[in-house]
Nanobody, 114 residues
């Protein structure tokens, strides 16, 4: 059974940085397009970044230039480097594949506050 585990979240001040990790068991991430999602309180889950099998990335406008999605195939892990964080980035962050999603993990909480 596929299990996704997100980690790396925390409390950070505006302008700070975090690096999120998404590790998987039961599947090989390098064979899948993957995405990072976030869900803020009272809002729907949204995709913020995607990475194709070939490494092509795409971002929602609100994070362009600040977030970077990457993958380490040897570690079966996908990352999200988040820089210049803003209070509006506060959310629970999840990873999954955009097509035929796996069971969602627990996510990792990111809180941006002074």
């Amino acid at each position: 059974q596929v299990q996704l585990v997100e980690s790396g979240g925390g409390l950070v001040q505006p302008g700070g940085s975090l690096r999120l990790s998404c590790s998987a068991s039961g599947t090989t991430l390098r064979f899948n397009m993957m995405a990072w999602y976030r869900q803020a309180p009272g809002k729907q889950r949204e995709s913020v970044a995607t990475i194709t099998v070939g490494g092509t990335t795409n971002y929602v406008d609100s994070v362009k230039g600040r977030f970077t999605i990457s993958r380490d195939n040897a570690k079966n892990t996908v990352y999200l480097q988040m820089n210049n964080l803003k209070p509006e980035d506060t959310a629970v962050y999840y990873c999954n594949r955009p097509n035929l999603a796996y069971r969602w993990g627990q996510g990792t909480q990111v809180t941006v506050s002074s």
